[in-house]
């Protein structure tokens, strides 16, 4: 309505100008501003988020509601008319890296994220560009990503748009220009390796925010601002600091009693809360998915054991004090990269013929948990993917019975769930008409193991302090050099279940916590699913990808789990789509990455069947041989050890960054230039010359070449990179 208006005064505003009357004019920007200083643009609030139902047609938050559903109460695209789906619009955005935020549409009006923490505010009817904002970011960041530089979206509120830049300030913008309101700076210290790639979440008037770096030196912490002000209301660490140095707040010290005195206190221990949050207005609490630990192999991190609190918990915070009403600690101990940032479903369930208001989660570690939201009591956990760390969540405890298979400190082992996780950061969906939690399920484990030399703390590097190779051909796999000197796949999966990668979305009953159906969605674009979301015309959406740059999206019945249409789309599809209404027609709009920019897509009923810049160009030509080989059989052994300590944690996966075993012709022209010189840090690979020579990089392009001809000349259909069918 607010929108309808304004476009119409905009035409006013073109015609008085044109007949000379500027006064006039100047008026009525004057009236814009006052209404934005109002906030009657983007003007969500309480009262609307619990009323979201009356407002169907709005997406008012990452998950749509207060809940973080992704479910929308939209219907006019459903199972019967779905296949009449055509593009609506198209808006391109400057960015090639992965593209992981769920729009948020409210007023007529979309805001959504670049991969750095640039904001697009669009008409929703169109894709009309209303305004952008892009922060100045330092390129420096992009060094301590573990995945690549990305964003997943805005918190909206009252009038402004809150975003975090990757290099971790929080900025308020007003949403019906964009302006910068207020800028904070998020990160207490520089000197270690924080990131923001997390969206802000609103808890009433607070701006929560929290980081990411648990790869590499990061000590965990949320904090919350006023959201009028950008003042510090109070911040809330999720690890404790060296004890000999005192406590931040009084639940600092009793988690220290869950650490060796002799804790990496110098690491940082991670913790960090880097994606799932939800605020419970009616309960007034807020809810913060903790990260895993840094070094991850516990034995390095705190020699004696310990839960370690609070790594891998779901806590329940007062938003007003900042104070800790309830914890639940998820993997205590954790020692595999077992984050619980896993995005935090609220729904009302009837469980033994009791309405619960539960919390939901399926955190990295392999258990779907549903949890009173007011208490923290467990109600349930059930594995939702293999899971060979543990063999059962005891309910009267809450804790896991874990095994000797995911013990790793004395030898390698084949660990199910992989760091990746049974599910990571790409949403699940819950349908309250079905019933049904629909899950992007990664079925895939890894060796886990000890490297053979002493742990030595490496100032903003990787920190991982364990080493992890995927169960596949290739060279961050099975080739890998320390492959040749741990037991072979054959002897370490003997016994286990199903070692090949797989995705699924899975559609999980969460009151009986079975599965209820399941389509394999298995792609060659990385190891992680796509996000998911699902509405009340019986349909989950999800994207499919045919590889890094090619996707398409999928419509699949909610009841019954069968694909019922498809669109490709110009890009790889990772976060979930959003759903939404304008002017009584319904769209879907989702994010893609394509090749040298990124777009946001919309659909509607009757829309056109394609899009004309369709891009098929690639960066290598498949089969083609890679350049010639360098380097002497020493220089490639130690660019492998290289690459194993500071690159692969990157580029191991192509949805986190490129595959080297696939460089154009430029890019191994230039290749010192980008390792060294930082030529590419405006795209995500920030200069490594303060910890990589010359020698060191001519030794890592070696390694990478003789990495290519591996792949090369293996048969196609081996590899995860010629695979395309798996
Ligand atoms: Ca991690």
């Known amino acids: ?12 505003v073109w015609t ?20 934005v200083e109002a906030g009657s643009v983007a003007d969500v609030d309480t009262k609307r988020l619990l009323n979201a139902d009356g407002e169907p047609g709005a997406w008012f938050t990452g998950g749509r509601d207060y809940q973080q559903s992704y479910y929308s109460p939209l219907s006019g695209i459903n199972k019967n008319n779905v296949r009449d789906l055509g593009f609506a619009w198209t808006y391109d955005i400057d960015a090639i890296a992965k593209l992981e935020a769920t729009p948020v549409v409210v007023d007529g009006t979309m805001f959504t994220t670049g991969s750095r923490g640039e904001v697009y505010a669009l008409d929703a ?33 009252r009038g402004k748009v809150y975003v975090a830049s990757l290099d971790g300030y929080l900025y308020a913008l007003r949403a019906g220009t964009g302006a910068v309101a207020w800028k904070v700076d998020t990160i207490q210290d520089r000197s270690r390796s924080y990131s923001i790639t997390g969206a802000p979440y609103i808890a009433k008037d607070r701006v929560v925010i929290g980081n990411s770096g648990a790869e590499f030196d990061a000590r965990g912490y949320i904090t919350a601002y006023d959201t009028e002000s950008g003042k510090l209301a109070w911040r809330f660490f999720t690890v404790p600091g060296d004890p000999k140095k005192g406590f931040e707040h009084p639940e600092l010290a009793s988690a220290a009693k869950t650490w060796d005195p002799n804790s990496r206190w110098d690491v940082g221990l991670g913790g960090t809360a880097w994606d799932g ?29 310990g839960d370690n609190l609070f790594l891998s918990c779901i806590l329940a915070i007062n938003p007003d004090t900042g104070r800790l009403v309830w914890h ?57 993917v293999n899971v060979t760390w543990a063999t059962h969540v005891d309910l009267k405890t809450g804790r896991p019975q874990q095994t000797e298979q995911g013990d790793y400190s004395k030898e390698p082992k084949l ?32 060796i886990f193991g000890m490297p053979s030399t002493p742990f030595v703390y490496r100032e903003r590097r990787v920190n991982r302090g364990m080493l992890v190779l995927l169960p596949v051909a290739g060279p961050w796999g099975l080739d890998a050099e320390v492959a040749k000197h741990w037991p072979s796949i054959d002897v370490l999966s003997k016994g286990q279940p199903d070692y090949r990668p797989r995705t699924f979305l899975r559609a999980w009953n969460p009151i009986q916590q079975r599965l209820s159906w399941e389509i394999e969605t298995t792609d060659a674009s990385g190891y992680d699913g796509t996000g998911v979301a699902t509405t009340a015309g019986g349909l989950v959406l999800q994207g499919r990808n045919l590889d890094e740059l090619e996707g398409r999206l999928a419509m699949v019945d909610a009841e019954r789990g069968v694909e019922l249409h498809s669109i490709a789309v110009p890009g790889s599809i990772h976060a979930a789509p959003a759903v939404y209404s304008v002017a009584g027609e319904q769209y879907i709009a989702v994010l893609a990455r394509g090749r040298d920019r990124g777009h946001v897509v919309a659909f509607k009923l009757g829309g056109s069947p394609s899009l004309e810049h369709h891009e098929a160009n690639r960066d290598v030509a498949e089969g083609q041989p890679p350049v010639p080989r360098v380097g002497t ?24 960054a490129p595959d080297l075993t696939k460089m154009s012709r430029q890019t191994h022209d230039d290749f010192s230039g980008i390792v060294l010189k930082g030529t590419r840090a405006g795209r995500g690979m920030g200069s490594f010359a303060d910890v ?26 081996n590899t995860l990179s010629n695979n395309k069918t798996r």
């Open 1 to 12: 309505m607010d929108e309808l208006r304004l476009r119409e005064g905009w035409s006013q």
């Open 16 to 35: 008085v100008a044109r007949s000379g009357v500027k006064v006039a004019a100047l008026l009525f920007l004057v009236a814009i501003d006052v209404r």
């Open 125 to 157: 009817r169109t894709g009309r560009e209303r305004w952008k904002f892009k922060p100045e970011v330092n390129p420096d960041v992009m060094r301590t990503l573990c995945c690549g530089p990305v964003n997943r979206g805005v918190a909206v509120w």
């Open 277 to 305: 949050m939800a605020y419970d207005p009616v309960l007034n609490l807020l809810y913060v998915g903790t990260g895993n630990g840094v070094p991850q192999q516990q034995r390095l991190r705190s020699p004696s054991g």
């Open 328 to 384: 639940y600690q998820t993997t205590p101990g954790e020692s595999w990269d077992y984050t619980a940032t896993q995005k935090l479903i609220l729904a009302d369930l009837a469980i033994d013929g009791q309405v619960r208001r539960v919390l939901m989660q399926a955190p990295k570690n392999g258990f779907f948990y549903v949890l009173d939201r007011k208490t923290g009591e467990l109600l349930s956990a059930k594995p939702y």
């Open 415 to 446: 660990v199910f769930p992989s760091t990746h996780g049974g599910h990571n950061w790409q949403p699940m969906a819950y349908n309250r008409d079905t019933g049904l939690v629909y899950i992007p399920a990664i079925e895939l484990p890894e």
């Open 633 to 656: 059989a020493e220089q490639i052994a130690l660019g492998e050890e290289l690459f194993a300590r500071t690159c692969v944690v990157c580029h191991a996966d192509p949805s986190r």
């Open 692 to 717: 990589l020579s010359e020698t060191d990089a001519k030794a890592i392009h070696a390694y990478l070449i003789d990495a290519a001809w591996q792949v090369h000349n293996r048969k196609p259909g």
